[in-house]
């Protein structure tokens, strides 16, 4: 039990993986793609703040009486893989602008055919 | 100053690419982006040099001290390959500007050419870091910049094709980075050498093959390895010409080096023996080399077969890779540095035919083989290196990979190889039937040859085609070097 409890948060990512892994590939709108992708990336964002954390440890920062810290490098990391994933779903948003203007449509099954009946 | 050259390859396009952006319409844009890939060829042609005079060279960034900092290490093999991509760069934009120009919304081309360097600085941003996270940051901004610059596509499917490559791009980076932190999870470490000091002590957990795992599907992604290749096609085709040239004759090369890094650098030796990867590379690289080849064979769109013909390839130097010694490795290199010769010199003439006639479906080029001369001397040239006749690029990198299968007595994959080359003189030859052997059309007539300033890049990379087919001192002597360097090939 301790195995399920004492790990929840490693739990929470993996199912957040999935989901989001599986939004990306079920769904043919193109925004909810781009949603699936969003909860995919923060399901890693989550593993590596787990990954940091340490059982009692205070925020890195140096303080009189405390001895011990979390580690800050992977937290430093996924703000890193933050601004790549604003930077990749703001690109992505732009071009499924440009698909509605260009196709009038952003279901991916439309736009399929839209390509195909010419 | 020898190892600073290290960083600027990395910092002059970075700081180029804003002031492209902000400079005024016309021709400014593109003179700084040639003058910047140009200083970078030459840089990186020193670098190579340096590093196999002195050997490896080690910078650290802001005078951290390894492994607390990132540190940029040059050896033979990411000189090796950071020279392919400037020196194809530095072709490539003189050749871009009049395509570019055609293709390009007018008030789009100064952030053309910022998005060109952008991709510049990710790509060899990759090749020069010694950091595994640091190649994510790399890997993502020159992702970025290449569905940025696909999207410029005349055609309104260039949206689509991006944003196919942006949604499989950025799973293939996502499962990267989590490699790299299950990876750090174990190791504490991100330094490649200090992470491959640390990991045989730790490879019996579950989680460093777990991390093995999720590294090499996100870069098979990147690499376009079959049958993760489902982005390639579209975006090749669709992508404005210079790009195409660009992106297919560096982006999917540059991925080829960080599987090889962290395959056989990064994991001690004989790590990948114990896992299915080699099997799994072997399988999927000759499913690739026929499958993709067969597809580029029933192709009616030219560019679209020659980005299938670029997967087939793919699975040429990851056959290469599975092979697992060190003739497999330097098959593999050699061919990494010669197809992006023969590609880019054929994407280059595809592109010259578009730039006169707009067009490139198979029934559109029905004898213009006759109307461009140069041009179609360049696809024959780029055709027979393709299929690997003797004299040409293409055959030095199939030798070496025949004969790194025979050492291996993999025999299938020796039939393989061949037989991709038969597939090859297939859809070379259609190419080559529909711009010489076919009627001209009534507009085929009135078409000139292309102008001199697509002709001579092109004509460059044509010549090394010739040159690197005959005189193999510089490919295979420095792939060896490199492929000695990654001390965890098993014998």
């Known amino acids: ?118 | 100053m020898g190892n600073q050259i290290s960083l600027l390859l990395v910092v002059i396009p970075l700081i180029a690419a804003p002031i492209a952006a902000v400079l005024p319409r016309g021709r400014l844009p593109w003179l700084l982006a040639c003058v910047v890939a140009s200083v970078c060829a030459i840089l990186a042609g020193v670098q190579l040099w340096n590093v196999l005079n002195e050997g490896t060279i080690s910078y650290e960034l802001g005078g951290w001290q390894p492994p607390w900092g990132i540190e940029y290490r040059i050896d033979a093999l990411n000189a090796f390959v950071a020279l392919i991509v400037a020196v194809i760069a530095a072709i490539t934009l003189p050749y871009a500007l009049l395509s570019a120009e055609q293709e390009i919304p007018e008030e789009k081309i100064p952030l053309f050419y910022s998005a060109l360097l952008l991709c510049l600085t990710g790509l060899l941003g990759i090749t020069q870091t010694g950091d595994i996270f640091n190649v994510f940051v790399f890997l993502e901004i020159s992702s970025l910049a290449s569905y940025a610059l696909i999207s410029l596509g005349k055609d309104r499917k260039a949206f689509t094709a991006a944003y196919q490559y942006l949604i499989m791009g950025t799973i293939g980076a996502t499962f990267y980075l989590i490699g790299v932190g299950l990876i750090y999870s174990e190791t504490g470490s991100l330094n490649m050498q200090d992470v491959a000091n640390i990991l045989p002590s730790v490879l019996h957990f579950r989680t460093v093959e777990t991390g093995f795992a999720f590294i090499m599907i996100g870069i098979a992604l990147k690499l376009a390895l079959f049958p993760l290749h489902l982005w390639l096609p579209n975006a090749y085709t669709y992508a404005p010409s210079a790009v195409t040239v660009f992106l297919a004759a560096t982006a999917t090369k540059v991925a080829v080096y960080v599987m090889l890094r962290i395959l056989f650098m990064l994991f001690p030796q004989g790590f990948a023996m114990t896992t299915p990867a080699e099997e799994l590379f072997i399988v999927s690289g000759i499913a690739g080399i026929i499958i993709a080849s067969v597809y580029a064979i029933y192709q009616s769109n030219i560019k679209r077969l020659l980005a299938y013909s670029s997967v087939a390839q793919v699975g040429y130097m990851v056959l290469g890779i599975g092979f697992a010694s060190v003739a497999g490795v330097t098959a593999s290199l050699i061919h990494l540095f010669n197809h992006a010769l023969m590609k880019g010199a054929l994407f280059m003439a595809i592109g010259a035919i578009i730039y006169r006639i707009g067009a490139c479906r198979m029934e559109q080029i029905h004898g213009l083989g006759k109307a461009m001369p140069w041009t179609f001397g360049a696809i024959v040239v780029g055709g027979l290196s393709l299929i690997g006749v003797p004299g040409t690029a293409g055959f030095v990198s199939k030798w070496y990979l025949v004969s790194a299968a025979i050492e291996q007595q993999a025999w299938i994959s020796v039939a393989v190889i061949l037989f991709g080359s038969l597939l090859a003189v297939v859809y070379v030859g259609k190419l080559i039937e529909a711009l010489y052997f076919k009627p001209v059309s009534d507009t085929g007539k009135a078409v000139r040859e292309a102008p001199m300033l697509l002709l001579v890049p092109m004509y460059s990379l044509v010549f090394a085609n010739l040159y690197f087919g005959l005189d193999t001192d510089l490919t295979v002597g420095v792939a060896q070097q490199a492929a000695a360097i990654l001390g965890g090939i098993g014998q």
């Open chain 1, 1 to 118: 039990m301790d195995f399920f409890i004492g790990h929840y948060n490693y739990w929470i990512v993996i199912i957040l993986m999935m989901v989001g892994l599986y939004t990306v590939i079920s769904r043919g709108n193109l925004i909810k793609k781009i949603i699936g992708l969003n909860i995919f990336q923060v399901s890693v964002f989550f593993l590596y703040i787990s990954l940091g954390a340490v059982e009692g440890g205070a925020a890195p920062i140096i303080a009189e009486g405390v001895k011990v810290y979390s580690n800050p490098l992977p937290h430093v990391l996924i703000l890193t893989a933050i601004v790549v994933g604003v930077a990749t779903t703001a690109l992505a948003l732009a071009l499924v602008v440009r698909i509605k203007e260009s196709y009038g449509t952003i279901e991916e099954d439309e736009i399929h055919n839209l390509d195909h009946s010419l």
